[in-house]
């Protein structure tokens, strides 16, 4: 990590006008670009719904209503909530939704881009059957890079002394087995830092199932991307001297790619749940969707080094030392 040269640059306060500078000028313009409605999303579901997000196998935090004696789950996605919510609300084909989701991660490991509060746009929109390719993924992701770019361009106008340029003109894409392929014997993440400190944006494809060595790039659960068909956006993050993801996105699954997916991970129990029977029959619409880092956003443009100084949150001592010693002021 470079030295954290924000610091001087805004302070607590600016920091938070700066932060809702961010976030509103993008999610004005996501919506937008991709035809996107905002909507009210759940903070927590019933597990038997099959509507939460099952991550990486992660336990979601949950709770008992003690009135009524049910137990619910806090969000750990709204991958699935946001598609049975397409067909509830009669949306039509091309048209979407995005949503603000709040999360806690009570398993996760805490360090500068990792906190226990996940904030991020969730959004899903319809499409077609026939649009479930590679073309329209590559197509969609173009789009939301260039709302990247214009919200760039609009931070450097609010800020002058933030640095004028830090993504390329374009977004470069790759697959996962191509960027093993192009760095044998290296670790995902060393060849994610590898590719985005070469190219500046990335977006690699094709994640979950197992690479030529054995190995999926990263865990992705079985029941909502495409995994043939999906996707990381990640930058080099010059601050940070590190690739940083901002957005887990794809086409979703179908009935045949769903079934496929549960039996490689034996996951077949949940085939049973309302949610998958519906894909199973075809009863939601074909989407495509994903998730985009709020805080991840607010860090990359605002030239910050960890994520504490963008949304507050709770801290281990090894955090807290790593700032105090870095002079890194955390909201």
Same mark, same amino acid.
């Given at each position: 990590?470079?030295?954290?040269?924000?610091? $001087?640059?805004?302070?607590?306060?600016?920091?938070?006008?700066?932060?809702?500078?961010?976030?509103?000028?993008?999610?004005?313009?996501?919506?937008?670009?991709?035809?996107?409605?905002?909507v009210?999303?759940?903070?927590?579901?019933?597990?038997?719904?099959?509507?939460?997000?099952?991550?990486?196998?992660?336990?979601?935090?949950?709770?008992?209503?003690?009135?009524?004696?049910?137990?619910?789950?806090? /969000?750990?996605?709204?991958?699935?909530?946001?598609?049975?919510?397409?067909?509830?609300?009669?949306?039509?084909?091309?048209?979407?939704?995005?949503?603000?989701?709040?999360a806690?991660?009570?398993?996760?490991?805490?360090?500068?881009?990792?906190?226990?509060?996940?904030?991020?746009?969730?959004w899903?929109?319809?499409?077609?059957?026939?649009?479930?390719?590679?073309?329209?993924?590559?197509? $969609? /992701?173009?789009e939301?890079?260039? /709302?990247?770019?214009?919200?760039?361009?609009?931070?450097?106008?609010?800020?002058?002394?933030?640095?004028?340029?830090?993504?390329?003109?374009?977004i470069?894409?790759?697959?996962?087995?191509?960027?093993?392929?192009l760095?044998?014997?290296?670790?995902?993440?060393?060849?994610?830092?590898?590719?985005?400190?070469?190219?500046?944006?990335?977006?690699?494809?094709?994640?979950?199932?197992?690479?030529?060595?054995?190995?999926?790039?990263?865990?992705?659960?079985?029941?909502?991307?495409?995994?043939?068909?999906?996707?990381?956006?990640?930058?080099?993050?010059?601050?940070?001297?590190?690739?940083?993801?901002v957005?887990?996105?794809?086409?979703?699954?179908?009935?045949?790619?769903?079934?496929?997916?549960?039996?490689?991970?034996? $996951?077949?129990?949940?085939?049973?749940?309302?949610?998958?029977?519906?894909?199973?029959?075809?009863?939601?619409?074909?989407?495509?969707?994903?998730?985009?880092?709020?805080?991840?956003?607010?860090?990359?443009?605002?030239?910050?080094?960890?994520?504490?100084?963008?949304?507050?949150? /709770?801290?281990?001592?090894?955090?807290?030392?790593?700032?105090?010693?870095?002079?890194?002021?955390?909201?």
């Amino acid at each position: 990590m470079r030295n954290n040269s924000s610091a $001087t640059k805004l302070d607590l306060r600016e920091t938070q006008i700066a932060i809702k500078s961010v976030k509103d000028y993008f999610q004005r313009d996501l919506a937008n670009t991709l035809n996107l409605q905002r909507v009210s999303a759940p903070l927590f579901v019933r597990p038997e719904t099959g509507l939460n997000d099952n991550l990486n196998g992660e336990k979601a935090v949950d709770f008992y209503l003690k009135h009524y004696g049910i137990n619910v789950e806090i /969000v750990q996605s709204l991958a699935k909530w946001k598609r049975n919510a397409l067909k509830e609300y009669k949306f039509n084909k091309y048209e979407g939704i995005y949503a603000d989701m709040n999360a806690i991660r009570a398993e996760e490991e805490l360090d500068e881009i990792h906190s226990s509060y996940v904030d991020q746009w969730d959004w899903e929109k319809i499409i077609d059957k026939s649009d479930r390719n590679k073309e329209y993924l590559y197509l $969609t /992701v173009k789009e939301i890079f260039s /709302v990247f770019k214009r919200t760039e361009e609009y931070i450097n106008q609010t800020y002058p002394y933030i640095l004028s340029k830090k993504l390329p003109d374009e977004i470069f894409f790759i697959t996962s087995q191509e960027l093993e392929d192009l760095y044998p014997g290296k670790s995902p993440k060393e060849r994610e830092k590898l590719i985005c400190k070469d190219k500046g944006a990335v977006f690699i494809m094709g994640i979950g199932e197992n690479l030529n060595s054995g190995k999926p790039h990263d865990l992705r659960s079985p029941d909502y991307d495409d995994w043939k068909l999906n996707g990381d956006i990640l930058f080099w993050d010059e601050v940070l001297d590190n690739s940083l993801e901002v957005s887990s996105m794809g086409i979703r699954v179908d009935e045949n790619s769903l079934k496929s997916q549960c039996e490689l991970t034996n $996951t077949t129990d949940r085939l049973k749940l309302k949610y998958h029977q519906d894909i199973l029959k075809a009863n939601l619409p074909y989407t495509i969707g994903g998730g985009i880092g709020q805080s991840r956003i607010c860090m990359f443009f605002l030239e910050k080094s960890h994520i504490g100084e963008v949304q507050v949150g /709770v801290w281990d001592e090894n955090n807290l030392n790593y700032c105090r010693e870095n002079k890194i002021k955390l909201l």
